[in-house]
């Protein structure tokens, strides 16, 4: 994505009408469509002024998100995967970043931290500290946290971890979800869906 905002000499003009745009604010996830904001422009070649993109405050939580027109994009953009309930406080800030990082398109670090959560969680589980990531992969794997049919995954994240720290490739936005998909049923299953359990024995 271009990044208007450090490449172009930039102009902030006032408040004004702009095209409404409906998306979900990136902050408080409620459905906006305001019509009020600012303009990012730039120079054209012959001197004109282009709009690049479009400033949006959102009226709920009053935070700013830009929307780059040449790219259709709201940033920051949504949150990919699912929320997960009764996470411990380490494990629910790391999945937050993750989140986080993906929806202001960092795929990479996103990928980085979903790698980090990964090797927490193993160490919760009963793994040795100080292991390399596929031995925690492995872990989780031979300890019965992968369902039975996910050895594609538990490949395809082990190569995607290796990949991401060792060699200079920059995540791309599919591969990233995919991670936070696996990262996502993974918490389910070891969190939430055994929580559920114990609240509905107590009760």
């Not at 172009?8 to 998306?23: D, L, R, V, W």
Request: proline share 5%.
């Amino acid at each position: 994505m271009k990044n208007y905002l450090s490449k172009y000499a930039i102009k902030y003009n006032n408040s004004e009408h702009i095209p409404s745009t409906p998306f979900t604010c990136g902050y408080c996830k409620n459905l906006i469509a305001p019509d009020l904001g600012y303009r990012i422009s730039s120079s054209g070649q012959a001197g004109n002024q282009i709009t690049r993109a479009l400033i949006y405050m959102c009226p709920y939580c009053k935070n700013p998100s830009i929307y780059y027109l040449d790219e259709k994009e709201v940033v920051p953009g949504s949150f990919f995967g699912r929320e997960v309930k009764g996470l411990p406080e380490n494990i629910q800030t790391l999945y937050d970043e993750c989140r986080i990082n993906y929806s202001n398109k960092c795929y990479t670090s996103s990928q980085m931290i979903a790698r980090t959560l990964l090797m927490h969680i193993a160490v919760e589980q009963g793994a040795k500290e100080g292991e390399t990531f596929a031995k925690y992969i492995d872990y989780l794997n031979t300890s019965g946290f992968i369902p039975p049919n996910g050895k594609k995954w538990v490949d395809f994240i082990r190569k995607s971890g290796n990949v991401a720290n060792h060699e200079i490739i920059i995540k791309e936005k599919e591969e990233t979800e995919k991670v936070i998909t696996f990262l996502s049923s993974l918490l389910l299953f070891i969190y939430e869906l055994p929580n559920e359990m114990s609240v509905d024995e107590k009760s």
